[in-house]
């Protein structure tokens, strides 16, 4: 069967198919700038790349888009939309609603809509990916898979915060972690990978991109994970600050700065600090200059002090979640390095480790060159540690591919 793998944004449509016979990507795309000007598809099927200029004014034209493209004599992979057995949809936030994912109905649409004030930025655009779906491939089975469901596992002393417990009772306000997709996935393909049971085995996944987050796993199940309500609790990230005293929000609505250091004047909104903490901190609040590691890399490595201390920091919080999750677990069989920093950052990673022989972690320096999957621990550590590049999608069309032929997922 052909999974059609979609991931929508306010105003972007990313997709892939899948044959799941062998799981080979046949095809893949972007739509980008929905409804506003300037608004292209970027797709690609094998060698064969091809861009497409054309006013694409909502989702259902983008999603319209996709299937003529895919379907086309010469960039297309299939000869009708027929061929689609499914589509996959990742959404982000599932609240306590959905601990798995789910054949999209009425009753799974309006569970989704609840969410919308916990994903404000995304669960509307997923839902908007869903419905253009629903439009344009009539009768073709839809799938939502959520970000959240995997950390749905998570005991109540791991996921409830402090606050009056009623907040949780009635506004839903509790950790929910995000990147559950990709952490499930990193989870069960590292056992897969080192050919062990994840059953008595305890792991901490560390995915590592322009967003960031830490997974305590134990028998496969996430029992604790750094993000929170929202994605910016937790490491610093690209552009987010992550954990900070939640009273530094009113102090900096109280007393704002404009972007070159000087008093705004007047006190800001709470949201306003938020957007600062979720738009222009992290690596890039921080350096100053940019929000991509490769670059702070490059500025640290030429002396740039602050581009330097974004560096430690974002080390030292990494350290600090993967010593605090062993302690949570009663120590750690393996450590993950995922995502584009933890795939690709091999100096990154072999400073994450450095320090950590004191738990059995010690890294094989030769191993370490690595960007693909592999052990990159040394002989005699005792924590085994590993690369395993991310596949969010090809667990999307697993579930997918499940849920319309067997009514549930192989492994949740
Ligand atoms: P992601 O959000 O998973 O796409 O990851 C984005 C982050 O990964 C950025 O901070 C990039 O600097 C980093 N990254 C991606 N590719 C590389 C690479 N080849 N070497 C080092 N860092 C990389």
């Known amino acids: 069967m052909k999974i059609l793998v979609v991931n929508a944004g306010s105003s972007s449509l990313k997709y892939q198919l899948i044959d799941m016979d062998g799981e080979k990507e046949l095809a893949k795309g972007l739509v980008e700038r ?40 010469e960039f297309g992979v299939i000869k009708s939309t027929d061929e689609i057995g499914a589509v996959g949809h990742r959404v982000l936030h599932g609240g306590s609603a959905f601990t798995a994912s789910v054949i999209v109905n009425d009753a799974a649409k309006q569970a989704i809509r609840d969410c919308f004030p916990l ?58 972690g995000f990147h559950g997709t990709s952490h499930r996935y990193v989870s069960r393909r590292v056992c897969e990978f080192l050919g062990i049971s994840p059953i008595g085995k305890k792991i901490i996944i560390c ?43 009113q102090f900096i609505a109280n ?19 938020l957007t600062m903490m979720n738009k222009k901190s992290g690596l890039l609040g921080i350096s100053g200059k940019s929000s991509d590691c490769r ?32 302690a949570a677990m009663g120590g750690v069989d393996i450590i993950v390095f995922t995502a584009g920093i933890g795939e690709n950052n091999a100096d990154l990673r072999a400073q994450v480790i450095d320090g950590l022989e004191f738990m059995g972690a010690k890294i094989d320096t030769e191993k370490n060159k690595t960007r693909k999957e592999a052990v990159i621990s040394a002989d005699d550590s005792k924590v085994t540690v590993c690369v395993i590049p991310t596949n969010e999608e090809i667990m999307i069309a697993r579930d997918t591919l499940d849920l319309v032929t067997t009514g549930k997922v192989r492994d949740n």
């Open 34 to 73: 929905i409804g506003i000007e300037g608004s292209k598809l970027k797709h690609s099927a094998g060698d064969k790349k091809t861009e497409i200029a054309q006013e694409i004014p909502d989702h259902e034209a983008a999603a319209q888009l996709m299937l003529k493209i895919l379907q086309d004599p």
């Open 119 to 176: 994903g404000p930025l995304h669960n509307p655009a997923n839902l908007m990916g869903i419905e253009a779906c629903e439009k344009v491939m009539k009768g073709t089975p839809q799938v939502a898979v959520f970000d959240t469901a995997f950390h749905q596992t998570m005991p109540p002393k791991a996921y409830m915060y402090g606050v009056p417990k009623m907040y949780e009772e009635k506004l839903h306000v509790r950790r929910y």
């Open 207 to 249: 995915h590592l991109g322009n967003g960031s987050s830490l997974s305590a796993v134990m028998d496969g199940k996430c029992q604790d994970t750094s993000m929170g309500l929202t994605p910016l609790e937790g490491l610093l990230m690209g552009t987010r600050c992550g954990s900070c005293d939640p009273a530094v929000v």
């Open 255 to 273: 007393n704002p700065l404009n972007d070159d250091g000087t008093p705004v004047g007047h006190s800001i909104s709470v949201d306003e600090v």
């Open 295 to 326: 670059d702070i890399d490059d500025l640290a490595s030429k002396g740039d002090p602050n581009a330097k201390l974004a560096q430690d920091m974002l080390i030292y919080g990494i350290k600090k979640y993967i010593g605090s999750y062993a």
